[in-house]
């Protein structure tokens, strides 16, 4: 099935068979009009040699006597005349040979004068007519013929009866008018021939003409078919399987070259030839390309890696230190960045933290940041102010700056002990600074000049303190330029905003909520700088904390954690029994009272300033101060003291201060011991 | 707390070991509901205890009242902070602190 398909739209199934069905029809035509010339020349030439012998039968029969038979009937003379034509009509062959005179006054009907008939000729079975046997005129085709010879405008007038017509076999009637010896048409002289010597003589001449058609569509379609296929098929072929091929293995073939005449073949071919060629070409080239490519993308992401790794990436940075906490993240906008943090503890108490911008992007602005980095850290780790530091690294920088590159950074190294930070801005923008229960502000200052722009450049020195609990965020402008698809900044405003929304937050925290700030802002529009935060928060002072149910099984939990505190800050033996009696009578206090029926959690937190220890109980139970009570009467006898309050009293005797405050629904008894 | 007992006739003697607080002190008033039956004489050997609280007190206190009408109540060899919650809370002005 799919080779019939295959065939008929084949180009050059199709061309022969256009070129068949042309022939086929121009044959038809030329054989119908050669067949219709042929037909009339016969009929002609038929016509022509029955006039001839009309005109003879003519002669048999004396015209001038015609009216005298129909008037005064058969004589001698008029057996004779009808005995020529009876022979006359066995003879020549012919089916009927008569004489008619027809009525002159509307041509409607004839009275016949002679009759002969030889039904031998066509198988017939007519029988003659009597002499003057009135008959009307057969049909208008007749009828005007009469008219015409009674008026001697023609020689003859035919009838044709090609086709069968009431089982009579095609002839022809052949009318000449008699003229009497004055020149008068008196009679029409009618002789009806067969003409099947027409049929006979057109068969042959059409075998001969349909041989002849077949043999030249024959031999029209194996010359057009030949020459087809070499000049033209075979080369399309040549080609469209070259380019089959091609388009299948794509690899090097073997050249079409001259494979035709045509020119439009040859110029196909010669086109097909030069796009292998090329294409070959383009396909090498584009290989190579994409190696290159897979080849610069596995060193970028190696570059990436080792950048990553030059500064701290690994989060808590410093599991050990509870004094300060430290995060920070770089997310580059291609996959190596210019901009930096670093941060690194240049002593046990100094921590140097830096953020940095280079100028550009990709892979420049991940080399000179190497370079910047290192020189800084290494220069920091040498000692000296930030200041200094800066003065140097630029001088250092400004030496070998062949691409003008340049970089903003800020510098300041935290003491770690008081929260003093000396700090250098060599272009950056300012820091934001939380303060403890206040919130972020830009820490604004004198900008030194950017890095790399003149070796000349000075670099001055500021200080910030931070307190416990105080916040330092530091960012480069992805973080403030970053843009949305309206164009808009996110900007500084929006900046300080977002960081007064998490400022309770750990620094980690503060960078997730403002990276996701960022982001939510940014929408769909694409990242276009590097986006680099640090935050440092020095954290308050150390402070233990303990919660559980309360209640009087909790009791040594409760004394363990607040007695190994207490072993940890060198507290003396005297003090710490002291104070156990005092933790002991406040929680079963509460672990008793404070929730009624219910259950409820106790919080203690520990705090130690100074030798002296505080000890916070905090609950949310019923609101009740133990102070309020007043102390029990000791002198009373054994049979009238009560049990009631002696604990709280205890406590008030034992320990330095006690206090109570009810806040958030919360009661909280703060105690204070000097312990040693 | 250890508790341990040595009955002469009328005579009980009671020694606390260890920590007489809110969690053991339930076991202290448990054990002297069992024993003080006939007993007009009721020693507490405080040597070996080191720390007392109100709950402590609370139980000398109640001894101190059941002991008043049937004989005598004493404390011996009280160690010096336990001595310190006795001064404080007045106790020493009743109890009977040999």
Redesign the interface.
């Known amino acids: 099935m799919n080779k019939l398909k295959k065939l008929f739209s084949s180009l050059s199934f199709r061309i022969i068979s256009y070129i068949f069905i042309l022939l086929l029809v121009c044959s038809l035509i030329v054989s119908t009009i050669g067949l219709i010339s042929f037909t009339n020349a016969f009929k002609r030439e038929y016509s022509t040699t029955s006039y001839h012998m009309a005109s003879t039968a003519c002669t048999l029969v004396n015209a001038d006597n015609i009216d005298k038979y129909l008037n005064e009937g058969i004589d001698d003379e008029y057996l004779k005349a009808k005995g020529y034509l009876d022979t006359y009509c066995l003879k020549m062959n012919v089916s009927l040979v008569y004489v008619i005179k027809v009525d002159q006054s509307d041509y409607g009907s004839f009275l016949s004068v002679f009759n002969s008939v030889n039904n031998s000729v066509e198988n017939t079975n007519y029988s003659p007519w009597e002499l003057g046997y009135k008959r009307n005129t057969t049909n208008e085709e007749y009828r005007e013929k009469y008219i015409a010879l009674y008026s001697g405008e023609v020689e003859y007038e035919t009838v044709y009866r090609t086709k069968k017509l009431n089982g009579l076999t095609p002839h022809l009637t052949i009318l000449v008018p008699m003229k009497t010896s004055t020149g008068e048409v008196t009679a029409l002289m009618c002789i009806q021939r067969p003409i099947s010597e027409l049929k006979s003589a057109r068969r042959p001449y059409l075998i001969n003409l349909i041989i002849s058609i077949i043999l030249l569509l024959a031999l029209t379609t194996f010359i057009t078919i030949t020459y087809l296929k070499r000049q033209f098929v075979r080369p399309m072929r040549k080609v469209s399987d070259e380019a089959t091929r091609f388009a299948k293995e794509s690899s090097q073939g073997e050249k079409l070259g001259e494979i035709s005449r045509i020119q439009e073949i040859s110029n196909l071919a010669k086109s097909v030839d030069k796009m292998e060629e090329d294409m070959l070409t383009y396909m090498n080239n584009l290989t190579s390309i994409t190696k290159e490519k897979e080849r610069i993308g596995a060193e970028l992401s190696i570059a990436s890696t080792i950048q990553e790794n030059s500064i701290p990436h690994q989060f808590p940075a410093f599991p050990n230190r509870k004094d300060f906490d430290i995060y920070a993240s770089m997310t580059p906008a291609k996959v190596v960045g210019g901009d930096f943090y670093n941060f690194f503890l240049v002593d046990s108490d100094h921590l140097a933290v830096v953020i940095a911008d280079v100028s550009g992007k990709g892979i420049p602005a991940a080399l000179f940041m190497m370079v910047t980095n290192i020189l800084i850290s290494d220069r920091t780790r040498m000692g000296g102010t930030p200041g200094e530091i800066l003065t140097f690294v630029n001088q250092g920088i400004c030496e070998h700056n062949e691409a003008d590159m340049f970089v903003t950074v800020w510098l300041g190294i935290v003491q770690l002990s008081t929260g003093k930070i000396v700090a250098s801005n060599a272009g950056h923008d300012d820091p934001a600074i939380y303060r403890d229960g206040g919130s972020f502000e830009l820490f604004k200052t004198k900008h030194g000049l950017v890095i790399g722009a003149t070796p000349k450049a000075k670099y001055a020195d500021y200080e910030i303190d931070l307190h416990p609990g105080d916040k330092l965020f530091l960012y480069t402008d992805g973080v403030t330029e970053a843009t949305n698809t309206d164009q808009v900044l996110y900007g500084m405003d929006r900046m300080v905003d977002a960081l007064n929304n998490c400022k309770a937050s750990s620094p980690k925290e503060v960078l997730d909520f403002i990276h996701a700030d960022v982001n939510k802002f940014v929408g769909e529009a694409p990242q276009f700088d590097d986006l680099t935060m640090v935050c440092f928060e020095l954290n308050k002072k150390e402070e233990n904390k303990l919660v559980l149910k309360a209640k009087?099984?909790n009791?040594?939990q409760v004394m363990e954690f607040i007695d190994e505190f207490l072993e940890k800050h060198d507290c003396s033996m005297?003090a710490q029994?002291q104070i156990?009696?005092s933790i002991?009578?406040i929680f079963?206090n509460i672990a008793n009272y404070a929730y009624g029926d219910g259950e409820g959690d106790c919080e203690i937190k520990l705090g130690f300033n100074d030798g002296i220890v505080t000890l916070q109980f905090i609950d949310s139970g019923m609101p009740f101060d133990p102070l309020a009570k007043a102390d029990?009467d000791?002198?009373l006898?054994?049979?009238d003291?009560q049990?009631g309050g002696?604990?709280i009293?205890?406590v008030k005797?034992?320990m330095d201060e006690v206090s109570y405050q009810y806040l958030d629904n919360k009661n909280i008894l703060t105690l204070t011991k000097k312990i040693n | 707390m250890n508790i341990s007992h040595t009955r002469e006739g009328e005579k009980l003697t009671i020694c606390l070991d260890g920590r007489l607080d809110t969690v053991t002190a339930p076991e202290l008033e448990t054990f002297l509901l069992e024993n003080l039956e006939g007993v007009t004489s009721l020693v507490f050997d405080l040597k070996g205890m080191e720390y007392t609280s109100s709950a402590g007190l609370r139980i000398f206190l109640k001894a101190q009242k059941l002991m008043t009408s049937r004989g005598e109540m004493v404390i011996e060899n009280v160690q010096e902070d336990v001595m310190e919650v006795f001064e404080i809370t007045g106790f020493t002005d009743f109890l009977t602190i040999r």
Do not use: C, M, W
């Open positions: 009087n099984e009791l040594y005297k029994t156990d009696l002991e009578e079963v029990p000791n002198t006898s054994a049979e003291r049990i002696l604990g009293f205890l005797k034992n």
